[in-house]
């Protein structure tokens, strides 16, 4: 198994992702990895650690997924490995849920969001999302 980090997906990986088929609520697994010094392309903030500065869009963001119905259901630190192997432990893990596929692209391509992207780039080294669906067995 391939594991990679990412800060934004590649444009197939969102037409994809936002091409897929309506059904109705979902949940996003977001495993995050910070930067140690936050790199904003302006040069400021330069004292704030990644997690900080991605914390600020953490925030914002939580603003936005409530104002579309949705909810952050969880946000935890990484505090250790049980089973399985990976080079580097993500540092959080936070689970959003949504109410939709197309409320979560109205919210990804909203001037909203646009205008806290940079924090977001400032802080995260990497994540993986991973959408879930509730309630389905495997």
Known sequence: MKVEN???PSPQQAMDFFGGVEDGPFVMVNLLKFKAKAEYEDGSDA???????YFRYGEEVRKLVEGLGGKIRYQGRVTGLLLGE???LWDVVALAEYPSLNAFRAMAMSPAMHAIEHHRKAGLAGQLNISTKPGEGF
Not at 47 to 53: I, V
């Open 86 to 88: 990976v080079d580097e």
């Open 6 to 8: 990412q800060v934004m």
């Open 47 to 53: 004292d704030l650690t990644g997690a900080e500065a």
